[in-house]
């Protein structure tokens, strides 16, 4: 029996040899075979320095990804909820293919115990870039000023260890604001030494710490402004940061005499409350009160990319609508928060503005549009609004070139046009003059008895 156990197990190393290897020597075990028929689409690409903006896309690969714009895009990022889990190769296989970075998205932050492995399937995979999530542990609410120690001691061990024997680049996944607790910010300057660059949580704008249980915009405009600077204050560079950008919305169930407010103007959806049955302390029901829609199922009217019937706050920078289903006393109200082609706009222009690394796409999947038929509007409408192609160029010089051949090319097509006009308008009084007799002033209105119908031809 025991020599049937061991006879198994040697056959499962023999099968297996990827996994006998980093069983062995996680870390510094060769990797294994190419699994890309093009064995060249095995390199890793590294083109991070090289001065252009990153435009990164997440995906949990329910969408067909070959139909992606990938001209538009630096990155692929695959959502991965088990580290331990065999991703197929196909994904790195295509994005290597195309010249793009591959990488994918930690969802949990890995423990220091855990972080040896981490760093060995990041390897193994291939990986150029890893997205580590740190939402979660750091908080989007504050912290006690006493927990900073063991904060920076976690995080800095585990993220240490990863960087270290990892060569692709390290991508922490932190909330909107850098994390500050009662005025401590050491956790902000030490993470910055560790992260590669960070990646604004598109969900860490839209949580309920000490707000009001009220729907609101995904992303807030003046939040992505405020965080932008402090994270710049905390130490770190423009160079580390990455906007965030969800391509999707919540449509929030509103609660009974939900009205327009007379100091804003605008409808207020309040949500439900739950008490937990441990504290007692009433939270927001956004289990229950929200649901997500990705941007395609709410826009509904592609290439617009907007409701008629919506409104437009200024202040988030950011559409809504509110409809209402039942009639009477059975009237239910909802608020739908949502991205078109005005609240996206302002979000690239900001990466612009504030000349950082680039933006992250929560996600390429949310892209699907439900009622496209074919690929061709899918890949013409929904991506090509994406302005990638014009992001990936951040080379302000470039742009500045391009713009001045054209300001040029249109400079001389506008002069010879002019330039035509004149001499068309030159030549024709030429002519003209050439075949019309002179009269002396005033002839005509010399009324004699030479007047005739001859002269009356000439007027």
Not at 146 to 167: C, P, R
Not at 169 to 197: F, I, T
Request: glycine content about 6%; some cysteine; charged content about 20%.
């Amino acid at each position: 029996m025991q020599f049937r156990i061991f006879h198994f197990v040697f056959l499962s190393f023999l099968y297996s040899p990827s996994l006998t290897l980093r069983i062995l020597n996680p870390l510094h075990g060769p990797k294994p075979d190419c699994p890309c028929s093009n064995k060249d689409h095995c390199k890793p690409v590294t083109d991070w320095n090289d001065g252009l903006k990153e435009i990164m896309v997440i995906t949990n690969r329910s969408s067909d990804y070959q139909l992606w714009m990938w001209n538009s895009l630096t990155t692929v990022l695959e959502w991965n909820d088990d580290i331990n889990s065999t991703l197929t190769d196909e994904l790195m296989c295509y994005a290597h293919s195309q010249g793009k970075k591959y990488g994918f998205y930690i969802k949990d932050f890995p423990k220091p115990s855990e972080a040896t492995k981490v760093a060995a399937e990041i390897s193994f995979k291939r990986a150029d870039v890893v997205a580590i999530n740190i939402v979660d542990y750091l908080g989007n609410c504050s912290h006690a000023a006493q927990h900073v120690d063991q904060i920076i001691n976690y995080t800095v061990s585990s993220l240490s260890v990863i960087k270290k024997n990892i060569e692709a680049k390290l991508l922490c996944v932190m909330p909107w604001q850098p994390p500050c607790y009662q005025m401590n910010c050491d956790v902000s300057a030490a993470l910055a030494k560790q992260c590669d660059a960070v990646i604004f949580s598109p969900e860490s704008y839209n949580t309920y710490c000490e707000e009001t249980c009220t729907a609101k915009p995904t992303v807030s405009f003046s939040k992505i402004t405020i965080g932008i600077t402090e994270y710049i204050s905390a130490g770190f560079s423009p160079s580390q940061l990455l906007l965030g950008i969800p391509w999707h919305g919540y449509n929030y169930t509103c609660q009974p005499g939900d009205h327009i407010d007379d100091w804003t103007g605008h409808f207020v959806c309040n949500l439900n409350k739950v008490k937990d049955n441990v504290t007692g302390v009433e939270t927001c029901d956004l289990k229950g009160s929200r649901l997500k829609m990705s941007i395609g199922t709410v826009v509904g009217k592609v290439p617009e990319m907007g409701l008629l019937d919506s409104t437009f706050s200024k202040t988030d920078q950011s559409p809504f609508r509110v409809d209402q289903s039942g009639s009477g006393n059975q009237i239910q109200q909802y608020m739908t928060w949502f991205e078109d082609i005005g609240s996206l706009l302002v979000k690239y222009q900001a990466v612009n503005k504030f000349n950082i690394k680039g933006t992250v796409i929560f996600s390429g999947d949310d892209l699907t549009y439900d009622h496209v038929k074919t690929s061709d509007e899918f890949d013409n409408h929904m991506w090509s609004w994406m302005l990638h192609t014009i992001l990936s160029t951040g080379d302000a010089k470039k742009e500045e070139r391009t713009s001045n051949i054209a300001g040029t090319v249109a400079g001389v097509g506008v002069g010879m046009f002019l330039l035509g006009c004149l001499l068309g308008t030159l030549i024709s009084c030429i002519i003209f003059r050439r075949n019309r007799k002179l009269h002396a002033p005033f002839k005509h209105d010399q009324m004699t008895e030479e007047y005739t119908d001859d002269d009356h031809n000439q007027l």
